[in-house]
């Protein structure tokens, strides 16, 4: 069974950082693409980051380009989210979401960490 | 970008009665491989998106034979034949031809 666990919301005040976590299990986690997603409350899904199984190619979401940064670590089957220069407008759910085989093209997602950002 | 627009916002449907939502996006979702990538997510009060349909019509593992996907190109559509009780929420059309992936806005479905 597919499992997607993330970790590491929480307040925290702008221009702050925080670090998401993904542990994923129930699959052969270096031969899928990985995402992170996030939703505001009450609004709609918003893709922010890929990464390609090697982890040496990320993409970004202009909204967070230079700011994030996603990564992988495959030998411990862990995504992350690096998020920098936090706003206000960044308070939200974020996923952690399961490529279909090397693509980005989302199947799974985990159930989801709060991130609020505010003073 | 690809821009999504999902129609209607919401929808009321007595159980047992069907129901159908509309997506259309900016420009085609078939790629050159003879595949249209576009996805179809219901995401339940308080629970993560989940899969239903992938590539306009296929229907994800579990998922229950009342909902059908359709379209081609630009033009997609959600249909559930006979809704239930549990099929309440918030239905999100997807992108997966390009990276970003977007998403439609969203159509509610609530049971009378």
């Known amino acids: 069974e597919v499992q997607l666990v993330e970790s590491g919301g929480g307040l925290v005040q702008p221009g702050g950082s925080l670090r998401l976590s993904c542990v994923a299990s129930?699959?052969?986690?270096?031969?899928?693409?990985m995402n992170w997603v996030r939703q505001a409350p009450g609004k709609g899904l918003e893709w922010l980051s890929a990464i390609s199984t090697s982890g040496h190619t990320p993409y970004y979401a202009d909204s967070v380009k230079g700011r994030f940064t996603i990564s992988r670590d495959n030998s411990k089957n862990m995504l992350y989210l690096q998020m920098d220069s936090l706003r206000a407008e960044d308070t939200a759910v974020y996923y952690c979401a399961k490529g279909v085989g090397a693509t980005h093209q989302i199947d799974y997602w985990g159930q989801g960490t709060l991130v609020t950002v505010s003073s | 970008d690809i821009v999504m627009t999902q129609t209607p916002l919401s929808l009321s449907v007595t159980p047992g009665q069907p129901a159908s939502i509309s997506c259309k996006s900016s420009?085609?979702?078939?790629?050159?491989?003879?595949?249209?990538?576009l996805y179809w997510y219901l995401q339940k009060p308080g629970q993560s998106p989940q899969l239903l349909i992938y590539q306009v019509s296929s229907r994800f593992s579990g998922v229950p034979d009342r909902f059908s996907g359709s379209g081609s190109g630009t033009d997609f559509t959600l249909k559930i034949s006979r809704v239930e009780a549990e099929d309440v929420g918030v239905y999100y059309c997807?992108?997966?031809?390009?990276?970003?992936?977007?998403f439609g806005g969203g159509t509610k479905v609530e049971i009378k």
């Open positions: 420009q085609s979702l078939l790629y050159g491989d003879g595949k249209t990538y």
């Open positions: 129930g699959f052969t986690f270096s031969t899928y693409g």
């Open positions: 997807m992108q997966g031809l390009q990276l970003p992936l977007t």
